[in-house]
């Protein structure tokens, strides 16, 4: 088992700024891909970014040269580093890790933005 907690969310202003943590724990080996999905009321849960184990990534068109992910291996964290922001980034965004096929979420945390 995998267990995830993220940390970070909040309240944030049109073009500002946050980021997001996402501690693993637990079966932590063989974790092959970490990532960030949100979701928006009323629309179905969508891939902001995912990085993988040798650090390859790739983003959400929409928020391509705003979001930067990142992992810390040693510390067996993923980050989400969220710059420009706007009010359609407001969701919950949940932390995903694939280990062996399977799928482990985090509880989720809120990203509001206000315009």
């Known amino acids: 088992q995998v267990q995830l907690v993220e940390s970070g969310g909040g309240l944030v202003q049109a073009g500002g700024s946050l980021r997001l943590s996402c501690a693993a724990s637990?079966?932590?080996?063989?974790?092959?891909?970490m990532g960030w999905y949100r979701q928006a009321p009323g629309k179905q849960r969508e891939l902001v970014a995912y990085?993988?184990?040798?650090?390859?990534?790739n983003y959400a068109d929409s928020v391509k040269g705003r979001f930067t992910i990142s992992r810390d291996n040693a510390k067996n964290t993923v980050n989400l580093q969220m710059n420009s922001l706007k009010p359609e980034d407001t969701a919950v965004y949940s932390c995903?890790?694939?280990?062996?096929?399977?799928?482990?979420w985090g509880q989720g945390t809120q990203v509001s933005v206000s315009s």
């Open positions: 637990g079966s932590i080996f063989d974790i092959n891909v």
């Open positions: 995903n890790a694939i280990r062996n096929s399977h799928s482990y």
């Open positions: 990085i993988t184990t040798s650090g390859n990534t």
